[in-house]
């Protein structure tokens, strides 16, 4: 999570901040729906909240949202690639919000993948 100035929280609770520019959630099998719905949804209402960076825990794989000046969501394509997500580890993402290039090479550094094990 990014946030401009000091951290504002909801109500008394500490673990609640309402003033975000940026978060970054790491997608598993059990909350991948949540991270992409609900909570996405009460993201966006968050009037500092601006950029929403998904990162899969299972593969070298990175999905971008912004907010537009208009208040809407895009989804931000990688380069000239006309895909909506940056795969693999020679791919970058650019976040506006903290003016910021990383390659994926850097955030998945030193991370070693197993096959994801199906839930019952």
Known sequence: MAIEG??????DRR???VNP???????SR?????????????????PTFCEYVLA????????CYCRTAEG?????F????????????????????IETKIELADIYEDISWE???DTI
């Open 78 to 97: 990688s380069g000239r690639e006309a895909t909506p997500t940056h795969e693999g580890l020679k791919a970058a993402i650019e976040l506006k919000t």
């Open 6 to 11: 000091a951290a504002e929280f909801n109500d």
């Open 30 to 46: 059990s909350t991948e729906a949540y991270d992409r719905g609900d909570k996405f949804k009460f993201y966006r209402s968050l």
């Open 115 to 117: 096959a994801p094990r």
């Open 21 to 27: 520019k940026l978060i970054v959630a790491v997608l």
């Open 56 to 63: 899969d825990q299972y593969q070298p794989w990175v999905e």
């Open 72 to 76: 809407g969501w895009l989804m931000r």
């Open 15 to 17: 673990d609640e901040v």
